[in-house]
């Protein structure tokens, strides 16, 4: 069973470092990315784990580990750790790349806003990395991916602009084209964090997080006919007032069942900063009937069945 707002434990009796997930089925098992937070917010390894069930899961090992410089220095931010299979069978992970530095005020922020690219044989690496970059030199925050006839995107959240769509060259390592500009008017900011894009019916979901550092916030959505637009008002999916049950959307995930129905799991953190190693994770079925997204709480659930795993 699944029980919302714990940790995952793997094999071992470890708690499963799956912080700013990027999760995927690939065959009949689900490949799962995430932050290694055992050594606090600055960057360690990206671990890399299995499940046939969603329940239980397999560490598969370090898929990208630190290196001694660059963008990958263990006094670096290395989040969102989002995997996508390319059509020649490589792997591409994608990544938030950051670092924090001191300004004029005395305060400290995130200064790189890049994103970054790393290529594997398998899902579970070792991955290497290949560069970073601002696509099309905007910034990029917390990201996220999508993939549709062999063309993977970029979702990112510029904070300056909005919350950018960007298409991805053939090869998955850089920016071509910015599709959508998704811009919200009410100040502060222009943009949401965190998104995650599916496409139900027709219609393409755009899933993000309001900007409130490690609080939870209620979070939203915008519909739209095409990747290009026009996007809808933002609207919440979560009851007005549960932070989205208390947490940050990671990951919205279409599940094809046993049964060929299309079903949809939301992945969420729910972060702990004084204990980000042991952050526990919020996992539920989100359904959509009639255009409209609806995350209702369990207090536990059955994914194999739910989600008609076999």
């Not at 671990?47 to 963008?71: K, M, N, P």
């Not at 900007?211 to 990747?227: C, E, F, H, Q, R």
């Not at 190693?277 to 994914?303: C, K, Q």
């Amino acid at each position: 069973m699944m029980t919302p707002g714990t940790t995952f434990q793997d094999e071992s009796g470890a708690t499963a470092q799956l912080h700013g997930i990027g999760l995927q089925r690939f065959g009949d098992r689900f490949w799962a990315w995430g932050e290694d937070k055992r050594s606090g917010s600055t960057f360690s390894a990206v671990a890399a784990y299995s499940s046939d069930d969603l329940v239980t899961w397999r560490f598969e090992g370090d898929a990208l580990r630190a290196e001694d410089t660059g963008d990958l220095a263990p006094d670096r931010i290395v989040e969102r750790p989002k995997v996508m299979q390319r059509p020649d069978g490589t792997f591409v992970m994608l990544l938030h790349l950051d670092r924090v530095a001191q300004l004029e005020d005395g305060s400290y922020h995130y200064v790189d806003a890049r994103v970054g690219y790393a290529l594997s044989a398998n899902p579970q690496g070792p991955f290497t990395f290949v560069h970073g970059e601002r696509p099309l030199g905007f910034e990029s925050r917390d990201i996220g991916v999508y993939q549709e006839d062999g063309v993977g995107y970029l979702l990112s959240e510029d904070r300056i602009h909005g919350t950018a769509i960007y298409r991805l060259a053939e090869d998955y390592l850089s920016v071509e084209e910015r599709v959508a500009l998704i811009v919200d008017d009410s100040p502060p900011d222009p943009g949401y964090e965190s998104p995650t894009l599916i496409k139900h019916e027709g219609t393409y979901y755009l899933f993000a997080s309001q900007l409130t550092g490690w609080a939870t916030n209620d979070n939203i959505y915008a519909t739209a006919p095409s990747l290009a637009g026009p996007w809808s008002p933002w609207q919440h999916f979560a009851p007005v007032g549960t932070s989205t049950w208390d947490s940050q959307v990671s990951v919205v995930l279409p599940v094809v069942g046993t049964d060929g129905i299309t079903r949809y799991l939301y992945v969420g953190d729910r972060w702990t900063p004084q204990d980000l190693a042991n952050s526990p994770a919020v996992w539920l079925p989100l359904s959509i009937e009639n255009g409209v997204a609806n995350l209702p709480w369990r207090e536990s659930w059955d994914p194999v069945a739910e989600l008609a795993l076999g």
